[in-house]
Nanobody
Framework: QVQLVESGGGLVQAGGSLRLSCLAS????????MAWFRQAPGKEREFVSG????????RYADSVKGRFTISRDNAERTVYLQMNSLTPEDTAVYYC??????????????????WGQGTQVTVSS
């Protein structure tokens, strides 16, 4: 069982930045493929970014490319999402997700067995 705890959400003005963190339990964090998803009110949960266990394979949704950066610190069992140039369209609950069974970065929620509780990101115009 993997437990994930997100932090770093909040209220920010358009054009601002936030950094989300996700702390994972477990001794084999370096083997977990990690991802960030988000869900806005009335919308389906969508993939934002994902990173392989080694950090060598990274994917981004087109909507965040060039603005968001995912990274991980395996020694700290933490994955980060640096979000820059935020817009009101980025407002959502952001979820950290993990899989221990695949090295591939899936872009659908079914590819991840473990989820955090979510952290709210609100971008004001």
């Amino acid at each position: 069982q993997v437990q994930l705890v997100e932090s770093g959400g909040g209220l920010v003005q358009a054009g601002g930045s936030l950094r989300l963190s996700c702390l994972a339990s477990g001794r084999t964090f370096s083997s977990y493929t990690m991802a960030w998803f988000r869900q806005a009110p009335g919308k389906e949960r969508e993939f934002v970014s994902g990173i392989s266990g080694t950090g060598h394979y990274i994917r981004y949704a087109d909507s965040v490319k060039g603005r968001f950066t995912i990274s991980r610190d395996n020694a700290e069992r933490t994955v980060y999402l640096q979000m820059n140039s935020l817009t009101p369209e980025d407002t959502a609950v952001y979820y950290c997700a993990a899989t221990t069974t695949s090295p591939m970065v899936a872009t659908t929620s079914t590819g991840y067995a473990y989820w955090g509780q979510g952290t709210q990101v609100t971008v004001s115009s």
